[in-house]
């Protein structure tokens, strides 16, 4: 047991039909998969369900069919991208959920260690209602149900939630590295505790930075987000994104932060350009003295060097968002300077690093260091609401 859940190791897989909540939900054009990452993540686990000639049933949503059997969105699309990573046939299996026998028959007949591929599970409305009937049809296919998809667990839906009730359940290799990764980085981490959060919008990320201030001993803001802040200490932000209206939430917060004894370490220089544009002229000015006309778009070299400083002392690092347009040059050297020093300090046995959320999984990919943290989710929603300190039903679920 890790935690409170059970694993793969205390499931008895041997010639069992194994329901397997995967994600398969990736991103597909032209009928080919762009991004294989969430596929590539549940290898192993399908390969554990087969040495035990146990039938591995992929259950998974794909897109937004809206309750309905839709085409456009039949996974069928993913079963060879599946079978290329595993290096094993895939089977796919049809079903509108309203009937399953056809599926359940086509299950009987496959040989031990089949890995299937059942129809996205929002073709019916049950799924997302979390409707005991059709997690029921659903359980009629299985012996065993094994949740692999982390990043769809902050959703109570019929295949993550209603499901795991009714068999024996366990969290998959994935998700177990998952949780593992993430109770290192918030849960029980080795203190002091740094978290950095970057990305354009407060609002956003309420939840979040209420929740860390009382969790981490320093949190870095960056992006847009910190302009907000700069703002409500009565700093000209010009023309910089800036949430104006929740000043007083983010005074809130740093009162909030102070009283927790967390350190909040905002921007004191910025690159700012005049126009929101690849290599647009740029020039360095300290947070103070903002250009009226101008835009940060960059924290500038004092800020990095604060924010090193600040990682020098952790032992922990957890990180969402980056810490300024970074999909553009030269606004991506603060976050690829930073990437870069985590990554370093973390392959020198320094640093725990934590890192989750799409725009993050970019920018730490730009910055070539996505391998170099301990631990990078590509779970998206799912990390944001863990972070945020919210149960997440899908984990709930697979709680003893």
């Not at 039909?17 to 009928?31: E, F, K, S, T």
């Amino acid at each position: 047991m890790t935690g409170t859940f059970k694993t793969l190791s205390d499931l008895d897989l041997k010639g069992k039909r194994v329901l397997l909540r995967a994600d398969l939900n990736v991103p597909v054009a032209d009928g080919k998969v762009t991004d294989a990452t969430r596929i590539e993540r549940l290898v192993p686990t399908i390969r554990e369900i087969v040495k035990h000639d146990g039938k591995a049933i992929l259950l998974s949503h794909f897109g937004r069919p809206k309750g309905k059997v839709d085409p456009q969105f039949s996974l069928e699309v993913v079963a060879s991208t599946v079978a290329d990573l595993t290096g094993h046939p895939v089977g796919f299996i049809a079903t509108d959920w309203v009937d399953v026998s056809a599926a359940k028959k086509a299950i009987d007949d496959a040989p031990p260690g089949s890995v299937l591929i059942l129809e996205n599970t929002r073709f019916h409305p049950g799924e997302e209602a979390n409707d005991l009937e059709l997690a029921r049809r659903m359980a009629s296919l299985g012996d065993v149900y094994v949740n692999d998809a982390f990043s769809a667990a902050h959703r109570a839906h019929a295949s993550t939630e209603a499901l795991a009730h009714l068999l024996p359940a366990a969290a998959g290799l994935a998700m177990q590295a998952e949780l593992t990764a993430l109770e290192a980085g918030l849960g029980a981490p080795k203190k002091p505790v740094v978290a950095i959060v970057g990305g354009a919008k407060v609002s956003s990320k309420i939840d979040l930075l209420e929740n860390l201030v009382t969790k981490v001993d320093g949190l870095v803001i960056g992006g847009g987000m910190a302009n907000t802040f700069l703002h409500a200490l009565g700093h000209n932000m010009g023309k910089s994104l800036c949430e104006k209206d929740l000043a007083e939430t983010a005074l809130r917060i740093m009162d909030k932060a102070e009283k927790s004894g967390c350190a909040i370490i905002l921007p004191i220089d910025g690159v700012v350009a005049w126009h929101f544009k690849a290599n647009a002229p740029t020039r360095l000015y300290g947070v103070d003295a903002i250009d009226p006309d101008g835009m940060i778009l960059d924290v500038g070299p004092s800020s990095i060097e604060r924010i090193k400083g600040a990682i020098d002392d952790a032992h922990t690092v957890v990180w969402n968002g980056p810490l300024g347009a970074f999909e553009m040059h030269p606004f991506d050297a603060g976050t690829v300077e930073i990437a870069k020093f985590v990554a370093a300090r973390t392959k020198a046995g320094k640093l725990v690093s934590v890192a989750g959320g799409g725009d993050t999984v970019g920018a730490l990919a730009h910055a070539g260091v996505k391998d170099a943290f301990t631990y990078v989710s590509t779970a998206g929603g799912a990390f944001l609401e863990w972070m945020e300190g919210k149960p997440l039903p899908g984990v709930e679920a697979l709680k003893a």
